[in-house]
């Protein structure tokens, strides 16, 4: 057969959606056609491609408890995502060569689906040949659950960013300014993002895009920090679903559950969020998956920050479009085609030469998000009753991983692009 696989039903190809059919071989998209005899027909059904998640932390090596690459990229799959971007705020602290050796070797055996894994820096060390195998290196600019802060002043920040600019892996900044955060005790939403408060993010925004350098800024979550992006030229920026479908009088069971950093805001942040993700100023959500335990999240103030969402993230959104939130073609291309594109462009098209990392969703098939319905580690989620359009099937370079919503992939079958 001149295909191993082919598939056909409504494709999203060129911003339009299309009948026509795929023809796949070695896990590529080898062809794209009006028809091909004996393709699996999903009929009316929407064929997307699958969607790249540049931003989550699985918790592997050092903090399987909470999750580990095999349940994380398992939530992943059922989210229609084929390929993560894991970050390095795991046990060790991934800045060395010899860092990314050890993950790399507990990920290629458990990973369902495709990823690549940041490099971060520790005391200002930027180990070079890690990060030739890596997607994107990860400054955190403040102190955050886990991660290691780099004061870097103007000098340093250029100085690192000129040394950037000769390697194609993408510079992602945690962009709050350490100055201006506060490590104090929070009792609640409001008092936390107290401690951490949008004018350190407008700061860091304001800073990172004044250097006029390649860059990619994590998690955006204020009304500040979107005006801060309107001077970007050619930087990047992404948002999560917390600070989409979150604020800090958000309703839910247990607050500590919507404790972030950067911190869920007011209903004003996150309208002006939804307009900058609409109007470009924000070019891609992320899922920031941050998964962490029940029992640590007891108590709001010794919990650590972090949501987990890496399955949530393109349901939720694409549930959106129905209620006027988003226009379909700007759901795609922020859940799929811009993510792609900066981080992993092998992905993210229906194209002949790409990945053949494919989903198939029915937008008239929209549920209620339930914690036990999902498939990480954390076993609870602030989205929980929240409408999500799932993915019914999802391969990845040409096998089936999600079949009529029940797993068929295999452990192990994840790849490193990039290692
Ligand atoms: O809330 C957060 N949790 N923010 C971060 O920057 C890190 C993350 C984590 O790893 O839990
Ligand atoms: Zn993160």
């Known amino acids: 057969m001149e295909y191993d696989l082919a598939l056909s039903g409504r494709l999203y190809i060129g911003g339009e959606l299309v009948d026509g059919a795929i023809g796949i071989k070695d896990g590529k998209i080898v062809a794209v056609k009006k028809q091909i005899p004996g393709a699996l027909d999903y009929g009316s059904k929407i ?69 690549g894994l940041y490099v971060g820096m520790s005391n200002n060390v930027l180990d070079e040949k890690a990060l030739k195998r890596a997607p994107a290196l990860k400054i955190f600019m403040a102190p955050t659950t886990g991660g290691v802060v780099n004061e870097l002043d103007d000098v340093a920040l250029n100085y690192l960013l000129n040394i950037m600019a000769d390697y194609p892996q993408v510079t992602v900044f945690h962009a709050e300014d350490s100055r201006m955060v506060k490590e104090g005790p929070a009792g609640d939403l409001k008092e936390h993002m107290r401690n951490r408060p949008s004018e350190a993010e407008e700061k860091a925004v304001e800073r990172l895009i004044w250097t006029g350098k390649d860059l990619h800024i994590a998690h955006i979550t204020s009304e ?37 950093n950067p911190p869920v805001r007011t209903k004003r942040d996150r309208d002006a969020l939804w307009g900058a993700l609409r109007d470009g100023r924000i070019d891609m959500v992320s899922s920031d998956h941050a998964p962490h335990t029940i029992a640590e999240k007891e108590e709001f103030e010794t919990s650590p920050s972090g949501i987990p969402g890496v399955e949530t993230a393109l349901p939720l959104i694409l549930a959106s479009v129905k209620k006027g939130l988003i226009t379909f073609e700007r759901a795609v ?10 981080f992993c462009p092998q992905k993210g098209s229906i194209e002949e030469g790409k990945d053949a990392d494919l989903i198939v969703v029915d937008m008239k098939d929209i549920r209620e998000i339930r914690a036990d319905e999902l ?45």
């Open 47 to 115: 064929i997307l491609p699958a969607r790249t998640d540049p931003h989550v932390h699985l918790r592997d090596p050092g903090f399987t408890q909470k999750e580990d690459f095999f349940t994380g990229t398992l939530s992943a799959a059922f989210g229609g995502v084929s390929c993560v971007l894991d970050m390095p705020n795991t046990d060790p602290f991934v800045y060395r060569y010899s860092h990314l050796e050890e993950k790399e070797h507990v990920a290629s055996r458990k990973a369902v689906v495709d990823y």
């Open 333 to 342: 291309e922020v859940l799929i085609e811009a993510p792609a594109r900066r």
């Open 224 to 260: 500040a920090g979107v005006e801060a992006l309107k001077k970007k030229s050619g930087q990047t920026a992404e948002v999560t679903p917390s600070h989409l479908f979150l604020t800090m009088d958000s309703d839910l069971e247990n607050l500590a559950y919507a404790k972030v």
């Open 375 to 419: 498939h990480s580690k954390a076993g609870w989620t602030p989205f929980e009753g929240m409408d999500a359009v799932f993915p019914q099937d999802v391969y990845v370079r040409g096998g089936i991983v999600i079949k009529n919503g029940n797993f068929e992939g295999e452990r192990g079958f994840g790849r490193n692009p990039w290692f």
